[in-house]
């Protein structure tokens, strides 16, 4: 479940990393040297380095395998879905979560080991797997999940559903009258679009899009008795599940697939022919592209020409009906090229993410009670609300998003600096801000401000993957008012999340900064937790200056104050943390490590967290998704706990603690390769007191030992925890009534 993906606002794909191999160039740093870097572009990827062998002690099996990883996660999304004390509507969301998911896995993931597999390269994963053995594994995995994610859907999810009086029907189970109501929906609103496409000596096999649902058709000639195949698309401009207007009491609700509806009526696409047999099947395509980035071409047009060709990406995946006869099955796999390892067999329905239109039902006994973000106080506790600037002036404020609203937050900040004659500019980042056909308020008031005179300068991350097009298009649209749009760094990604408004204060320029982990987006910040720190500090200030003028200029700025940046800081930061953590414990002193992300995967840290443990540090980590790390192993990671806590909302906040040396940090990093050495990311160190009471309280929370979560084996396997159910605690409601969101 991820912030790199908007096909599903839960689902979070933000776990891919397209180069499990690669390793940066770190040194390690003499003590006290400033660690902080600037992100340089560099002309050739890191070169790649290691712990010297002599001194490298630790086993070479101590990696969990990353694709296996994130079935698990996924797995544990599935098991949401199985739980019966989740509401219902909500548990059918979550049956949608995992198979758009699972595409994004096979578009991303499946399709670079299968690249990596073509090459014919010896590349072997971290945990020592070639290509095709992580895919035998893969398919292995997948196969157990499908079966499992049908049967939550059949034999739980589907009758629980039709016991509250929402029903998914087959036409077989409609009478009279609802069939005759259908065939009229069909005539007027889905037969004008079908185009049933022949396959014979004169009609080549179509081109089947990646992720379309289709119809194999095999149809009888009655007078020669010749027999003919053909394909049917099932339109993705009509509801896939088509409601039955079968009740005037708004609690029912009836629903047929429309695939079920089309094969009701093939009669009528080939009159005059049988039609002897027909099946669901869907293609899953390679995604998996990289832009070539040429410095004298147009980053714009290069994305643009690449878009063009993902539609057109070879195979990674068949998902057929369970039922599909063996000629049918075998046409597909001979015309489409299809491996007959990437076959999947799914008994029921294909393509559950259609379940998501279930949960726009007005059923609010079904799902969870509805919330009202909360105003941070620091920006509402007066009856006339003072001024973002005004309250950043006393002193720094930590949001936590959903708990605490965006629209009174992050919203306010850009859309007053929009307002406030003294403001001269503002500078921010926009990573995924809404969706093409969605409404955006920061997008708004940037072109607000840009058309008051104010400098505005937008980064617009036009590579943020499968919202590319969106990101396109709002490029275009601020660009059009006059703001001066940067679309990134060639060969890097901006990821980082950060805000700069440049203030004329009397004789004084004041900088006002925003720092978080999330993207500026008021959906999916109700959707996502997310952190972000609001300061007015100098220091910061300078610091985002300096990393601005690195993103739209040609400056190398190498050092900053407070704040790390990657590709060439946040790796070796860290690692000097771990080191001095690792020196406190020795020295006898107190020492501890805590990380909450989104995925552990760089072994350059988790080597390092190994040795901490071995030293005696404790380390505690709260991981959403992949973790590559093996905690609890005997003389390996005996001080090193894993947990994974999924819930109503995406935990997509990092934090970083480091107990001996008093420090927090927060940012849009995670510990993978991608973050490190290929994007632009920011942590920044929280200081106030205050505020860091409020990220203890956080990681307090998510590591009480009553909380519900998932906690990893040394063996791989993720066990649910606490076992005493009667005393489990939930985190992301704790933090819903401490920050007072209402509902």
């Keep these: ?32 040297a400033n660690t902080s870097r600037a992100c340089p572009v560099p002309s050739a990827p890191p070169a790649a ?78 945990d020592g797997l070639t290509p095709s053995e992580q895919l035998a594994y893969v398919a292995e995995r997948n196969a ?99 409601r039955i207007e079968t009740s005037r009491d708004a609690r029912t609700a009836t629903f047929l697939p429309l695939e079920e509806l089309i094969a009701a009526h093939l009669d009528e696409l080939f009159s005059g022919m049988q039609v002897s047999e027909h099946h669901v099947f869907r293609v899953t395509r390679n995604a998996d592209f990289e832009v070539e980035e040429d410095r004298d071409e147009d980053l ?61 039902l007005d059923r609010k006994e079904l799902k969870h009670p509805p919330f009202v973000p909360a105003t941070h106080p620091a920006f509402g506790e007066h009856e006339t609300p003072k001024s973002v600037f005004a309250t950043l002036r006393e002193g720094d404020v930590l949001v936590q998003h959903p708990y605490h609203s965006f ?35 920061i997008v708004d008031a940037l072109i607000d401000a840009a058309e008051a005179g104010k400098q505005v300068v937008a980064l617009v991350e036009i590579k943020a993957r499968f919202d590319e097009h969106a990101n396109i298009a709002w490029a275009r649209t601020l660009e059009r008012a006059g703001v001066h749009v940067v679309y990134g760094l060639v060969g890097l990604k901006t990821h980082c999340k950060i805000a700069l408004v440049i203030r004329q204060e009397g004789s004084t320029i004041r900088r006002y900064c925003h720092v978080g982990s999330g993207n500026y987006n008021p959906r999916t910040a109700r959707q996502y937790e997310d952190i972000g720190l609001f300061t007015a500090d100098p220091d910061i200030g300078t610091d985002l200056t300096d990393l601005f003028n690195v993103l739209t200029g040609y400056s190398r700025q190498q050092t900053y104050r407070n704040i790390l940046t990657s590709p060439n800081g946040i790796r070796r930061g860290l690692l000097e943390f771990i080191d001095n953590e690792i020196a406190f414990a020795k020295a006898g002193e107190p020492s501890g490590i805590r990380i909450k992300c989104n995925a552990l995967v760089d072994e350059q840290i988790i080597d390092s967290l190994y040795r901490a443990s071995q030293a005696g540090v404790p380390v505690e980590v709260v991981v959403r998704g992949i973790c590559a790390l093996k905690p609890g192993v005997p003389g390996l990671s005996d001080n090193i706990t ?63 030992p009553m909380t519900r979560c998932w906690v990893l084996q040394p063996t791989g396997e993720w066990v649910p925890s606490p076992t005493d159910s009667g005393q489990v605690r939930d985190h992301q409601l704790e933090m819903l009534r401490k920050h007072g969101a209402s509902g």
Excluded at 50 to 76: G, H, I, K, M
Excluded at 159 to 182: F, K, N, Q, S
Excluded at 432 to 441: A, Y
């Design 1 to 32: 479940m991820s912030d790199e993906t908007q096909a599903s606002p839960a689902t979070g794909f933000d776990q891919s990393d397209n180069d499990p191999g690669r390793r940066s160039a770190t040194t390690t740093p003499p003590p006290g």
């Design 49 to 126: 380095t290691d712990v010297d062998p002599a001194e490298n002690t630790l086993p070479a099996d101590r990696y969990f395998n990353r694709e296996l990883s994130w079935q698990d996660f996924n797995a544990r999304v599935l098991a949401l879905a199985e739980d019966e004390s989740q509401p219902l509507l909500e548990r059918a969301k979550f049956l949608a979560i995992f198979a758009s998911n699972l595409d994004e896995f096979y578009m991303v993931r499946v399709a670079g080991l299968k690249r990596r597999e073509q090459t014919g390269l010896p590349v072997r994963s971290a």
């Design 144 to 242: 157990e999940l499908v079966q499992r994610h049908a049967q939550a859907f059949e034999k739980g999810v589907r009758p629980a559903l039709a016991e509250a009086g929402i029903r998914i029907v087959a036409w077989a189970d409609l009478g009279g009258e609802e069939r005759t109501r259908m065939s009229e929906y069909f005539t007027k609103q889905v037969f004008p679009v079908l185009t049933p496409l022949a396959v014979d000596p004169a009609h080549p096999f179509p081109y089947i899009s990646g992720l379309s649902l289709n119809l194999a058709v095999t149809v009888r000639d009655p007078e020669d008795g010749t027999e003919r195949f053909a394909r049917v698309k099932v339109p993705n401009n009509v509801p896939r599940l088509v």
């Design 300 to 360: 714009l047009q290069a994305l643009e020409r690449e878009l063009a060709q993902r539609r057109f990406g070879p195979p990674v995946r068949l998902e057929v009906a369970s039922d599909m006869s063996e000629h049918v099955l075998e046409l597909l796999l001979r015309e489409l090229e299809v491996d007959p390892q990437d076959v999947v067999a799914v008994p029921g329905l294909l393509d559950l993410s259609c379940l998501h239109q279930l949960y726009s």
């Design 407 to 441: 629209s009174t937050s992050v919203q306010r900040f850009i859309e007053q600096a929009a307002a406030d004659d003294k403001v001269l500019a503002i500078k921010q980042t926009l990573y995924r801000t809404s969706g093409e056909s969605g409404e955006s308020p």
């Design 642 to 704: 894993v947990r994974s806590i999924l819930g109503r909302f995406l935990e997509h906040s990092r934090i970083f603690h480091f107990r001996g040396a008093n420090t927090h940090w927060i940012g849009s990093a995670d510990i993978m390769h991608r973050n490190l050495d290929r994007r632009i990311e920011a942590l920044v160190r929280v200081t106030d007191p205050k505020l860091t009471a409020q990220l203890d309280t956080v990681l307090n929370s998510a590591l009480d």
